[in-house]
């Protein structure tokens, strides 16, 4: 097979949750049990941290895997869905997986899979694994695509685990409170091995306290430790954000340049330097210097796109994929800071969201452009508008997200502002 059918036998034989939803979610970890012994293992031979979380998982694990590049490290970063391209799943020190490494093993694995049935993540969680293992990185960041607990990526027994911000995110499949989701993710919490929770909340301390000394693991509320603080306002149209940081009110870091302005990073980073300096105790070397390149060239160092991105200024337009109720109350924060004469707001979401409550966080004085992503999840973008109507929100459906763009972008002038998002697969469609 050539790499586009090969992306089409992956696709058509193989249910894949960001399409389709949760009839593409087989919870439980035995299907990639069975791939990976097939396979000899290959998640044996890797030394991981294993990230998980409801908002902030992905920069987490983008930012934890550029430090280490920069300190010298060979790093495999396996992160979900993609936003371009496939092989952006998978990467070695900014390095996607090359496509004829996909053709290849499909070919040789295609009879498993037939075999085993698996769903297109657990496929896809072998395939990284095999791959990290073959080019002998010295350190895999792997990032839970859904939950934790029955996540195909919990076969791996990490040197650390981190769990990021606990919010309401796919309740169909993870729970109903906050309590029953932060268990989910509390399931990646393994016998012995040092866990991190990057931020405190009441809501669900005790889940991830009685979780670690049930599996007699060490447990460090990174938010306790490391404070982080703003030293000067970004301007709207800069990339870097600049903060200092405290250990135990002593100080850190300062002046330390992030190449993610969003603020909610500032809720990150506290695990991120947990994690960095729970490896260093574990004998990895990363100097200051490394902390401070990773951090600054983020995106440079990995590629990571989609988190608060500029995407032209004169009008200013700004992308952030988003999409769930606490992302969006922080993203929603920082976007009503932003100065501007009008706001032009292009929306798109998929079908199995509570609308309703995503809506109620958006700004009625916007201009909305209602689109629907090219998946099969998305919402119409009719239904989508007419729900924004009767909560006040003013605007008209576009169709594809192409269209709703231009509608924008024509729309508005050199002082105004258009934000893109959503849905990770909204920003997905855009150029970057």
């Not at 990032?143 to 076969?155: A, F, P």
């Not at 995503?358 to 989508?384: G, H, K, S, V, W």
Request: include cysteine; proline fraction near 6%.
């Amino acid at each position: 097979m050539t790499y586009a059918e090969t992306l089409e036998y992956l696709y058509s034989q193989l249910p894949v949750f960001q399409r389709v939803g949760a009839a593409g979610y087989k919870p439980g970890l035995g299907n990639t049990e069975k791939l990976a012994a097939a396979m000899g293992n290959p998640e044996r031979r890797l030394r991981c941290v294993h990230v998980a979380g409801t908002n902030g998982k992905g920069s987490s694990s983008n930012l934890l895997a550029a430090v280490l590049q920069a300190a010298g490290y060979k790093v495999g970063l396996y992160t979900s869905p993609h936003l371009r391209e496939f092989t952006e799943r998978i990467k070695v020190n900014d390095q996607d997986l090359t496509p004829e490494y996909l053709v290849a093993w499909v070919a040789q694995w295609k009879p498993l899979f037939e075999l085993v049935q698996p769903s297109f993540f657990e496929m896809c969680v072998a395939l990284a694994f095999s791959y990290f293992a073959e080019q002998q990185i010295d350190v895999a960041v792997i990032e839970v695509g859904l939950g934790g607990r029955l996540d195909s990526t919990n076969i791996i027994t990490p040197l650390v685990s981190l769990i990021t911000n606990i919010s309401f995110d796919h309740q169909n499949l993870l729970g109903e409170t906050l309590p029953l989701i932060a268990a989910e993710k509390a399931g990646i919490i393994k016998p012995g091995i040092p866990a991190i929770i990057s931020q405190t909340q009441p809501e669900v301390q005790t889940v991830f306290e009685q979780k670690a000394a049930a599996e007699h693991a060490p447990l460090l509320f990174a938010d306790q430790h490391y404070r982080t603080i703003l030293e000067v306002q970004p301007a709207p149209d800069q990339e870097v954000q600049v903060l200092s940081v405290t250990y135990d009110g002593n100080p850190l870091l300062t002046h330390l340049e992030l190449g993610l302005v969003g603020e909610y990073q500032q809720l990150n980073l506290p695990g991120v330097l947990a994690v960095l300096d729970e490896l260093r105790r574990q004998g990895f070397e990363v100097p200051e210097a490394a902390v401070r390149e990773g951090l600054r060239n983020v995106r440079q160092l990995t590629g990571f796109r989609g988190r608060w991105t500029i995407l032209g200024r004169q009008p200013l337009v700004v992308c952030d994929t988003g999409h769930n109720e606490a992302g969006l109350q922080l993203v929603m924060s920082q976007l009503a800071r932003l100065p501007r004469r009008q706001l032009h707001f292009v929306l798109g979401v998929v079908n199995d969201k509570d609308v309703s409550k995503m809506l109620a966080l958006l700004p009625t004085e916007a201009t909305y452009y209602f689109c629907q992503a090219t998946i099969p999840r998305a919402l119409p973008a009719a239904t989508l508008a007419e729900a924004a109507a009767a909560v006040g929100l003013q605007g008209r459906a576009c169709g594809p997200v192409s269209v709703a763009v231009a509608a924008a972008q024509a729309a508005a002038g050199p002082d105004d502002v258009v934000f893109i998002g959503g849905s990770t697969f909204v920003v997905a469609e855009l150029t970057f």
